[in-house]
């Protein structure tokens, strides 16, 4: 049974959005949600993520942060196959039986894995955010992770875009007991505005406050600056990263978006707010330019895909 409705979505729902009024953006915050049921949570990964997991897992299918800063780069909006046409940010399914669904094939997955990919790591999520404000409502990513419990894969990375990922800490301390467990929080700049983009549904703010949190847990903690946007002072930007992450990765765009060139990413209002506000932030050699001062204030720094794969700089 599969059941319709259309949200809303309210101020307490995006924090930190408040009106795009004055950017000259168009955006609309009605999402689509629905619940569904799938056959398969586990997706044996390719391309970009085949070396850093072996699977990756989506509680939901889209997402609702899509019409905030975040999702005008987000590299999932180009997916056809995902989207089907439909605009980023419109519409969210709750696969309300993923939990049960990791439960039945994590077995074999992880027999499959271990034997093809030499260990069973699993991706949460690469094409949606797992803490989105519906989270609160549907819990399919706690009662993911409570699965995960009983049944651990060798390796779970955690990539979130939202300040909400402490909610879990519980989770988080019982799961790094049992299995290697990294937590990404991405954080693309100490800017929260783009000129003529709409505002970020987790203030950098808050994002850095939570990323302080996970670490001072002990929780082995990252910051995904992806894709980097133009940021103010460098300096102090990385030293906060280096006080609230044990590592850092540094995403551009351009061989990030799943073209060698950015070519996806250009086709979005994302290049051209860039442009306005640091000229040469759209290109490679500003990526370059901050990993040298990251690696500066971190012992690890890394570069786009092999960065989220745990493989640093030497
Ligand atoms: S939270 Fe993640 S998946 Fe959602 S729009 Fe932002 S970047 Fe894309």
Redesign the pocket.
């Known amino acids: 049974m599969t059941r319709n409705r259309a949200l809303l979505l309210t101020r307490q729902d995006l924090d930190g959005i408040q009106s795009a009024r004055g950017y000259g953006f168009r955006y609309s915050l009605r999402v689509d949600i629905r619940t569904t049921r799938v056959r398969n949570v586990l997706t044996r990964t390719s391309g970009f993520l085949k070396s850093v997991t072996s699977h990756s897992l989506q509680p939901y299918r889209g ?1 609702s ?2 019409s ?1 800063l ?2 005008v780069g ?1 590299y ?2 180009h997916n056809l196959w995902l989207t089907e046409g439909r605009p ?2 419109s519409f969210v399914e709750v696969r309300e039986n993923a939990p049960a669904a990791y439960r039945e094939s994590c077995e074999r997955e992880r027999r499959w894995a271990r034997r093809s990919r030499g260990r069973f790591g699993v991706f949460l999520s690469s ?3 797992p803490f ?1 404000p519906q989270e609160r409502r549907y819990g399919v990513t706690r009662g993911v992770l409570e699965a995960m419990l009983a049944e651990p894969p060798d390796l779970l990375i955690l990539q979130t ?2 300040h909400r990922v402490t909610a879990y800490l519980d989770l988080y301390l019982e799961l790094a007991e049992r299995c290697e467990l990294r937590l990404h929080v ?1 954080i693309e700049s100490d800017r929260d505005r783009l000129p003529g983009l709409p505002p970020p ?1 987790s203030p950098v703010a808050r994002r850095f406050a939570a990323a302080r949190e996970l670490k001072a847990a002990g929780l082995e903690t990252v910051v995904t600056v992806s894709p980097l946007l133009p940021i103010a002072d460098p300096e102090s930007f990385f030293a906060g990263i280096a006080r609230a992450a044990d590592a850092v990765v540094i995403d551009h765009f351009i061989e990030g978006d799943g073209t060698a060139d950015g070519r996806r990413t250009r086709l979005t209002a994302l290049p051209r707010a860039m442009e306005e506000v640091e000229a040469s932030s759209s290109q490679l050699a500003y990526r370059d330019a901050m990993v040298r001062i990251a690696r500066r204030h971190l012992g690890r720094v890394g570069v786009n895909v092999d960065g989220f794969a745990g493989r640093y700089l030497p």
Do not use: N
């Open positions: 997402c942060l899509g905030s975040c999702g987000c999932v909006r980023w940010g094409s949606t955010e989105m875009h939202s991405s549904a």
